[in-house]
């Protein structure tokens, strides 16, 4: 954890916002106490072979919320990992689900590893192990709790996962949808990879089309020629540091956890990969300034800041120096209840992560649904509206006696294939949660920032949601 205090709790972090946003809601005290509560914290430790030594590793997985069936939430490789962790990366998971409204309780997981230390071998055993605990404890299976990946896990993983569950209950037809984020192949989704760097894109480019927010940070409207800073470049960086430059933003700056490099003349990111590829590091990029110490790229001027590494990077004794206009959260946690506060007053526009980085959740909610229903999307529909499309154009060109040049009319048949309703789908969600928290922001007097009026967003959902479960006397 990058942050300066030592003593900080990300839980009470959680918790402290959480209380922020509950004095605008209507729920009394018994229901935001069951909000806000763990439901269920599973430790564990065992064993496995790694080379001639056993190692006893040490894993959690938390349960937040049971409002909604299954649970979700990624799962974390890291020496970082521990219980205050996971349980408010879970807690931070039921209200994104909540503010996007995919259909979950909240759920995390983490395995207190460094896997650069591993082989894939080793990686395999220990993973494989962790399922079969899980499994052991009825903590995981599409109906009761569906992992993800996070930081230091991808589709690898998540195949070993499946594999190792469906291992373990032969004929499940469901077995596939006890893990999202999963190879294609193995019953992932096309467009889960990139869900979530995209999402952060649409979300910062929906911010970016309103007028008025751009108005209260003084700057123009539209992502063309933003400049940005981007901290991680691991799967939700890359992605959306990506999006932002293919859309004409500027990336000025880069870190990763060997150092940063800075260009006001602007990176090209896949430049910058292919360096890092061949050196080991992004740093010494031709053209670029070095910050041997990688958290000082984030105090550099731009105009939105993304960080997408790890929680409490923004602290009360750095938050003052950032220099960005805007703070897309990618990364969970990025900024402590302390620097939320100093930039509220600094008037810089915080997307907070429960809204932002919620296009991974929601596009495993596609591909579960898609295992649940065995059948891939864009399946049935495709060749139709190719048909209906042709019938369309072959109108148009009798009715107007003009034929639609090719280019278009390759455009305008084509019917939607997987990838094209998973975007679609990520998008409409996207737009359509931002403008729910601005519906917040100007329904309750007295909320200023998009953190609160998103957190009474989740609350109002989840709490009427436990109020209609009903409370056994
Ligand atoms: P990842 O492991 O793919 O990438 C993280 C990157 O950050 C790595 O490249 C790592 O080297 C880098 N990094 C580590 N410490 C750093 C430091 N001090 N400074 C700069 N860079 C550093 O992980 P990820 O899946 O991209 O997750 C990143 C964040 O996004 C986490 O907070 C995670 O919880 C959150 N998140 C991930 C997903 C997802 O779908 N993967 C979804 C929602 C939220």
Not at 43 to 66: L, M, T, W
Not at 122 to 131: A, D, Q, S, V
Not at 456 to 467: M, R, S, T
Request: some cysteine; glycine content about 10%; overall charge negative.
């Amino acid at each position: 954890m990058s942050s300066t205090n030592q003593a900080y709790s990300f839980f009470q972090g959680v918790e402290r916002n959480f209380d922020k946003a509950a004095k605008f809601t209507r729920f009394e005290k018994g229901i935001l106490e069951q909000i806000k509560a763990c439901n269920s914290i599973l430790r564990i430790k065992f064993p496995v072979k790694i080379g001639n030594d056993i190692e006893v590793i040490e894993a959690y997985r938390v349960q937040h919320s049971h409002h909604k069936l299954p649970c979700k939430g990624g799962i974390r490789y890291s020496m970082d990992v521990n219980q205050d962790e996971v349980m408010a990366l879970a807690a931070l998971m039921t209200y994104k689900c909540a503010m996007v409204n995919v259909p979950f309780g909240g759920g995390k997981g983490g395995i207190r590893i460094d896997p650069k230390k591993y082989t894939p071998f080793e990686l395999e055993k220990i993973t494989r192990r962790y399922t079969s605990e899980l499994a052991k404890k009825n903590f995981i299976g599409p109906g009761i709790d569906v992992p993800a990946p996070d930081y230091g896990t991808g589709a690898r993983e998540m195949s070993w996962i499946v594999d190792t569950y469906a291992s373990l209950y032969p004929g499940e037809l469901n077995a596939q949808a006890c893990v999202t984020g999963k190879p294609i192949a193995q019953g992932g989704v096309r467009g889960r990879t990139e869900a979530t760097g995209l999402g952060v894109f649409y979300g910062i480019r929906e911010l970016c089309n309103v007028e008025e927010e751009m108005t209260k940070v003084g700057l123009p409207v539209g992502i063309a020629g933003k400049k940005i800073i981007v901290q991680g470049l691991g799967n939700v960086g890359y992605y959306a540091a990506k999006f932002f430059q293919e859309a004409g933003a500027i990336l000025v700056g880069l870190a990763e956890y060997e150092g940063g490099i800075y260009d006001a003349k602007g990176l090209n990111l896949e430049d910058v990969m292919a360096h890092r590829k061949n050196t080991g590091a992004i740093l010494d990029f031709p053209g670029a300034t070095n910050f041997s110490n990688s958290a000082d790229t984030l105090e550099q001027p731009c105009d939105i800041l993304i960080p997408a590494a790890l929680e409490a990077v923004i602290h009360k004794d750095n938050a003052a120096k950032i220099q960005a206009k805007v703070i897309g959260e990618a990364a969970n946690g990025p900024l402590t209840p302390d620097a939320d506060e100093i930039l509220n007053k600094m008037g810089v526009i915080i997307v907070p992560d429960m809204y932002l980085n919620a296009g991974g959740v929601t596009v495993s909610y596609f591909e579960w649904l898609k295992n649940l229903s065995h059948v891939r999307y864009g399946r049935m529909e495709k060749r139709f509206s190719e048909n209906m499309n042709a019938e369309i154009v072959k109108n148009v060109e009798n009715l107007t006696g003009k034929r639609i040049g090719e280019a278009e009319r390759k455009m305008l048949l084509r019917g939607p294939d997987e990838v094209d309703l998973v975007y679609s789908g990520l998008e409409d969600t996207m737009i359509s949660s931002f403008h729910e928290i601005r519906e917040a922001l100007k329904m309750n007097q007295g909320v200023e920032d998009m953190r609160t009026a998103a957190f009474i967003c989740a609350i109002n959902k989840v709490g009427v949601a436990y109020e209609e479960l009903g409370i056994f006397p």
